[in-house]
């Protein structure tokens, strides 16, 4: 079955430097997506992506936050200048289409630490 | 602002027995709901969705949604020790941006 990849699972950073998070989303969908959860919380939604540019973001997508979909396969967040609270773990999801019964597929995830 | 409330649990059930799990959404223009499972440190796994009144099964499985109350419902038939997780409720309108309650745990007691 096909699935969404992400690399690396685990992150280790310094508070002020920039990291990169790489997807690579199932072939045949359309939409991708951001979203992270922080250690104890809920899944919390970042920004969705479609047609070569961002469709909608969250308050939590600030300036910092950057995507980009550098080819035909891979899809990236970038976090220009990371802080202590971006400590999370991010999750990247594609769905086929944006429909009602379209749902969320996620990759394994990837584990950001900022020290 | 759109909540989903998911009661934190823990929900402890003995094996072979139905576990119940809830969902409320203040959001009345969400149009459908998913379920999803996730172990501890692990991504969700999608379980099932549901978008019309009523129940939907598939397999163990039970999704019910009442909209006019705004109420999802998961049931799990003959709870394995291996269904022990949490579960999430998400809900979209659009299909642009789903949101999550923060997951009910589970676990079931051989």
């Known amino acids: 079955e096909p699935e969404v990849t992400q690399t690396p699972s685990h992150q280790v950073t310094q508070m002020g430097q920039e990291v990169i998070l790489r997807c690579v989303p199932i072939?045949?969908?359309?939409?991708f997506y951001w979203y992270r959860q922080i250690l104890g919380q809920k899944v919390e939604f970042l920004v969705s992506?479609?047609?070569?540019?961002?469709?909608?973001k969250s308050e939590i997508f600030d300036d910092q936050f950057s995507v980009e979909r550098p080819d035909g396969s891979n899809f990236t967040l970038k976090i220009r200048s990371t802080k202590l609270e971006d400590s999370a773990m991010y999750f990247c999801?594609?769905?086929?289409?944006?429909?009602?019964?379209?749902?969320?597929?996620f990759g394994n995830g990837t584990r950001l630490t900022v020290t | 602002q759109k909540e989903v409330e998911q009661n934190s649990g823990p929900l402890s059930v003995p094996e072979g027995a139905i576990a119940s799990l809830n969902c409320t959404y203040s959001?009345?223009?969400?149009?459908?709901f998913f379920w999803y499972r996730q172990y501890s440190g692990k991504s969700p796994e999608l379980i099932m969705f549901i978008y019309s009144n009523g129940d939907k099964e598939d397999g163990r499985f039970t999704a019910q949604l009442n909209k006019a109350s705004q109420y999802v419902s998961l049931l799990i038939r003959d709870s394995q020790p291996s269904d022990s997780a949490t579960y999430l409720c998400?809900?979209?309108?659009?299909?642009?941006?789903?949101?999550f309650g923060t997951g009910t745990s589970l676990t079931v007691i051989p």
């Open positions: 992506f479609y047609n070569n540019e961002i469709s909608e």
């Open positions: 072939s045949n969908h359309l939409y």
């Open positions: 999801a594609s769905s086929e289409l944006r429909t009602r019964n379209s749902p969320l597929h």
């Open positions: 959001d009345r223009g969400s149009q459908s």
């Open positions: 998400a809900a979209t309108n659009t299909g642009n941006q789903f949101y």
